[in-house]
């Protein structure tokens, strides 16, 4: 609806007399102040196009382009949809250019609309690394005024999104110069500022280590932190002041006595704020509070116990809970729900991973907590933010022998976890569901045979080639948990999906001293046991399994794979014909003489260990085994380590020699 003093002011946007257009202008602000339907009536004759060409072409005058500047900030107010048209006619760039004056009440305006752009979600993206110098000059005006400060810092908060921004934040000093917000008595500069530093410090090093070290008039910026905890404070200042001291202290940016408050001032204060009634709770406080807590606590037990005690915590997460698999349940505002529970789910994720008696405590707390994570997790949310934190708190839960014989004994839940194995194209899903998987093929998990029988050995032998080194790692470690103690049968399974040539690959193609290397001989160690199946799988597979021992051995690995390394020979040892592999190949036995005199306790027992049953006088063909050994001086050797101090070495030399 356009009111005739806003035609008027239309019109006079038309007229070269920069009185005349500073008095539309000053039309325009009045008539669209809270006003949408005139906003939406200017959108449709084009204002923004209109006034932003007059500005940019024919009037260079300050007061101009400031009231411009005022204009735009008000038109953008109104909506997102608002804001989007001023981006859409290139309001961006001009407000780029022009913060390169030198800082007036005209920058001020510029800075202010940039802001409401990105309140309203419309800020240029990425403006701190395409935009280095735009940093500089927003700290430059930072002290214009109060308002300044405020906008230059939300500014900041919103646009400061990746590791690289912060660095970026931190070699500008903007630590030191937005530091001083948090000591001043405005709420709304204590709240810009502490909200600035909550993105800044977010799980990054560097901004962390600068700020600790940061203080403002002689005053420690963490202590600061710790007095903005007040509850005389503003809800909002408190739980951004318990967010930053969390990144500080996992990022060990905190000192000794800071550490002991921890529990009792940040934990509580993110606690407390969880269990605050809605009336009190701004929009996203709930979700941000839970976020903060479960990386505060999530790798330790001591923090974990103290969140499981205080009682309200777990009830309060229990309400916010979610079960899609409810057809009755009716949810006014959906969206902040969702939001609300998959943060309840990361700390509960977080808060049972570690203490067995803690987990039972918090699931007797939310009692339908498996039948939520049921409805997360199957089909029809799997493309939600939710999975996440769903396949985080069934990690943990799989990590318990009573929860993966109860939760997971509902078939439902591991053939839902299966499928979503089977058919997921995102890494960190993937990462997150091998490692599940991982605890479900145990020896005492009831799904084990399941999961086997469904396919599961076959397909992670094909992950275990997967780019994603946690998806490797986790497909090999899901094999070796379906070998460890399990029937012929299985190992049977494993060695067709994954035999010792495609470990040799994997190995050599690694050449480092990693986790998977280690997981790899792992598996190699498990699927060698019991005599009968030692020979079979050394009777087609021998020269890979010797090829990877020997790649090990000679490699420059840790003491860890080549222990391993040699515990598979001791393991081939105990077969029968399979000793053959050792004593015809002089190359090992040399290598096991070296080791024997090893400088390391664990190769050493390693070494004698495979040399005794070498020397077992009840197996067949221990005499020319004997024999061999004595004459590539394995059991001059055995005599010279009876001088060992280690008691259990010394036993283990002995009960050799007492074969001979």
Request: glycine share 4%.
């Amino acid at each position: 609806m356009a009111t005739s003093r806003l035609c008027s002011a239309l019109a006079k946007l038309e007229s070269n007399d920069e009185t005349v257009l500073l008095e539309a202008m000053d039309d325009l602000q009045f008539e669209i102040l809270c006003n949408n339907e005139r906003r939406q009536a200017l959108l449709e004759r084009r204002l923004p196009a209109k006034l932003l060409s007059r500005v940019v072409q024919g009037f260079p005058s300050v007061a101009v382009k400031k009231d411009a500047m005022v204009t735009f900030t008000l038109f953008g107010r109104g909506s997102p949809d608002f804001a989007k048209a001023l981006v859409n006619e290139g309001v961006v760039p001009f407000l780029l250019s022009e913060l390169c004056e030198l800082p007036t009440d005209y920058a001020a305006a510029c800075i202010a609309c940039i802001r409401m752009l990105y309140v309203a979600g419309q800020g240029p993206p990425d403006l701190i690394q395409n935009h280095p110098d735009i940093v500089l000059t927003l700290l430059k005006n930072l002290n214009l005024s109060t308002d300044t400060q405020h906008d230059v810092a939300t500014i900041l908060t919103h646009t400061c999104r990746t590791e690289e921004d912060r660095h970026i934040l931190v070699g500008s000093g903007a630590i030191d110069r937005i530091l001083p917000m948090l000591f001043h008595n405005l709420v709304r500069l204590q709240l810009a500022g502490v909200n600035f530093f909550a993105n800044v410090l977010y799980r990054c090093k560097s901004s962390c280590c600068a700020f600790r070290s940061a203080k403002f008039n002689g005053k420690s910026g963490v202590k600061r932190l710790f007095a903005l905890l007040s509850a005389i404070k503003s809800y909002s200042v408190q739980l951004a002041s318990a967010r930053c001291l969390v990144y500080l202290m996992r990022k060990g940016c905190l000192d000794s006595a800071d550490m002991k408050r921890i529990p009792l001032e940040v934990v509580s204060k993110l606690i407390h704020i969880l269990v605050l009634s809605p009336e009190l709770q701004e929009k996203g406080m709930k979700a941000s509070a839970c976020t903060a807590l479960a990386y505060c606590i999530e790798n330790d037990p001591d923090l974990q116990y103290t969140a499981h005690w205080i009682r309200l915590c777990p009830q309060v997460l229990g309400t916010m809970m979610l079960n899609f698999e409810d057809k009755e349940v009716k949810i006014p505002t959906l969206e902040e729900a969702e939001v609300n529970f998959g943060a309840a789910l990361e700390v509960v994720a977080a808060m049972i991973g570690f203490r067995e008696d803690v987990c039972q405590r918090v699931l007797g707390d939310i009692r339908n907590l498996d039948a939520c994570l049921l409805g997360v997790i199957n089909s029809k949310c799997q493309q939600s933010d939710l999975l996440i934190p769903a396949l985080n708190c069934l990690l943990s839960l799989s990590r318990w022998v009573e929860q993966l014989r109860t939760v997971f004994f509902d078939e439902r839940i591991y053939k839902a976890l299966y499928h979503i194995l089977s058919t997921t194209e995102s890494n960190e899903v993937l990462a997150r569901v091998t490692a599940i998987m991982c605890n479900l093929v145990l020896g005492f998990s009831p799904c084990k045979d399941g999961l086997i029988d469904a396919g599961l050995i076959e397909h992670m032998s094909k992950l275990i080639d997967h780019a994603d080194i946690s998806v490797k790692l986790n497909a090999v470690w899901a094999l070796q948990n379906c070998c460890y103690r399990a029937d012929d049968r299985v190992k049977a399974l494993v060695l067709n999906a994954c035999p010792p040539g495609r470990i040799l690959c994997a190995v050599t193609e690694l050449k480092s001293d990693s986790p998977v290397v280690l997981r790899f001989l792992y598996l190699l160690m498990d699927l060698l046991t019991s005599k009968p199946f030692v020979d079979v799988v050394m009777s087609t597979n021998g020269v890979q399994v010797m090829q990877i021992v020997i790649f090990i051995l000679e490699g420059p690995f840790s003491v860890y794979p080549k222990e391993v390394a040699l515990m598979i020979l001791v393991h081939i040892t105990d077969g029968g014909t399979s000793k053959d592999f050792l004593i015809n190949n002089e190359d090992i036995l040399n290598k096991l003489a070296n080791y024997m005199q090893y400088g390391c306790l664990r190769l050493q027992m390693a070494a004698v260990r495979c040399v005794c049953n070498l020397l077992w006088k009840e197996d067949y063909g221990f005499v020319e085994r004997q024999v061999r050994l004595r004459d590539v001086g394995i059991l001059k050797i055995l005599q010279q380590l009876l001088n060992v101090t280690d008691p259990a070495l010394f036993d283990l030399v002995k009960l050799s020699l007492q074969q001979v």
